[in-house]
């Protein structure tokens, strides 16, 4: 392997700062996939393709993924900056 020199405090804080950031966009996309689903059921419920019920169905799934992605987002980033900081 390629011999690496050691990261500095500063770097490591700025690393950890940069997998933070990519967290957030992770996130934001997420939220942005949820709401445009979100918005495509209500089209088919109002086009009566899709019933209230099964609406509010998808929408609970829809919330549930949003949530397991977050979640796992969370994770790794903790699990990053984790490793980031090791001396």
Request: aromatic share 2%; glycine share 6%; hydrophobic share 30%.
């Amino acid at each position: 392997g390629v011999p690496m020199h050691e990261l500095s405090e500063e770097r490591r804080i700025e690393m950890g700062k940069v997998a933070k950031r990519m967290a957030e966009e992770g996130r934001l996309a997420v939220s942005n996939i949820g709401r445009d689903a979100d918005d495509e059921m209500k089209t088919l419920q109002k086009s009566s393709s899709m019933t209230e019920g099964e609406r509010d169905d998808g929408q609970k799934e829809i919330q549930k993924s949003r949530d397991d992605y977050s979640k796992k987002i969370d994770e790794a980033v903790k699990a990053k900056e984790a490793e980031i900081m090791e001396v």
